[in-house]
């Protein structure tokens, strides 16, 4: 069974850096692909940022530019670093890995972790 736990969210001003970290329970070899998804009240969850197994990493056009996705294969960790945080980019932002054909092509989800972008 896989789990994700997330952490690094919390209040921080507009203009600031924040990094968000999802540790997962198993090695992420077996993981294609490792993202962040964030869903703000009353709207629909959106993809934030993914990179697979190769390391190409792929953006949201609201957030290129200011985040950018990691991961530490050793740590079995992908990372959001957040920069220039608006207020818009306040939400709680999930942690999801899909795992490659072979093992299961599940799809998993961390418990979620509030982000809020506030004077």
């Known amino acids: 069974q896989v789990q994700l736990v997330e952490s690094g969210g919390g209040l921080v001003q507009p203009g600031g850096s924040q990094r968000l970290s999802c540790a997962a329970s198993?090695?992420?070899?077996?993981?294609?692909?490792m993202g962040w998804y964030r869903q703000a009240p009353g709207r629909q969850r959106e993809l934030v940022a993914t990179?697979?197994?190769?390391?190409?990493?792929n953006y949201a056009d609201s957030v290129k530019g200011r985040f950018t996705i990691s991961r530490d294969n050793a740590k079995n960790t992908v990372y959001l670093q957040m920069n220039s945080l608006k207020p818009e980019d306040t939400a709680v932002y999930y942690c999801?890995?899909?795992?490659?054909?072979?093992?299961?092509?599940?799809?998993?989800w961390g418990q979620g972790t509030q982000v809020t972008v506030s004077s």
């Open positions: 999801n890995v899909k795992d490659f054909p072979e093992y299961g092509g599940d799809d998993y």
């Open positions: 198993v090695s992420i070899f077996r993981f294609n692909t």
């Open positions: 990179i697979i197994s190769v390391g190409t990493a």
